[in-house]
């Protein structure tokens, strides 16, 4: 069961229209005003994470358990990233709702606020949530769900990178990290694709081992050092 989306600054406002502001303010500390990131234009023929701009890659993709779709690249790129969206979804808040601003996968638009915005270029990023976390924003995930997105992030083996290590920060952001052909990346994408009728294949959608398991803990926290600013 997929739950609304509450992000803290939500819980903000809610707080603001019943006079306790100060009091909730004060415990989650977080400012809810964002500066207006700078926009450049994007002319490479090659996204930011080195795989090519080509449209005709790109495929359209369902992500599974929701009504929600978007263009990734086909293969392992957009499997892995497929799996992504489908964790946010089910465990920290709905995609298909309307809300936060969805899902945004493939773009043909070449500007760009960072860097890695132009891996939506050649299929290799999505953003969920993008209107509610966006480049630059100060709201961040409560606690758990951050630790949702580290054991997600463990789940891709370092494959994906995450906007909320990233500098300008965008907690609504991932990218794969690994370039084309890469070993590792097909591996991860053969465990995760929920279309694939592999053996190894042990996560599929809505049924996901325990984040909170200390192996996994583990795992997120080893893989949150080498990726952390």
């Known amino acids: 069961m997929t739950r609304p989306m509450i992000s803290r600054r939500s819980l903000l406002r809610a707080a603001a229209g019943t006079g306790v502001l100060a009091v909730a303010s004060g415990a989650l500390n977080t400012p809810v005003s964002a500066a207006a990131p700078s926009a450049g234009q994007w002319s490479g023929d090659v996204s930011a994470n080195g795989w090519r701009i080509a449209p005709a890659s790109v495929t359209v993709h369902h992500v599974e358990g929701s009504a929600a779709s978007l263009g990734l690249r086909h293969g392992d790129a957009g499997a892995v990233l497929l799996h992504v969206a489908r964790r946010w979804h089910y465990e920290i808040a709905p995609l298909d709702t309307g809300e936060g601003g969805g899902v945004t996968g493939h773009l043909t638009r070449r500007t760009v606020g960072a860097d890695f915005e132009s891996n939506h270029l050649s299929g290799t990023a999505v ?15 409560w606690p758990h769900q951050e630790a949702i997105v580290r ?9 994906v990178v995450w906007g909320g290590d990233l500098t300008p920060v965008k ?27 592999t053996a190894s294949r042990t996560q599929t959608a ?24």
């Not at 953003?127 to 995930?141: D, F, M, N, R, V």
């Open 127 to 141: 953003a969920l949530h993008p209107t509610a976390y966006p480049l630059k924003g100060s709201e961040g995930l």
């Open 206 to 229: 809505g049924t996901v081992a325990d984040p909170a398991a200390p192996s996994r803990r583990a795992k997120a926290r080893r893989l949150q050092r080498i990726q952390g600013n």
């Open 171 to 197: 907690v609504s952001h991932f990218h794969i990290a690994a370039r084309p052909g890469d070993s590792t990346l097909a591996r991860v994408a053969a465990r995760l694709d929920t279309g694939r009728p």
């Open 151 to 159: 054991d997600i992030l463990a789940d891709c083996e370092g494959t």
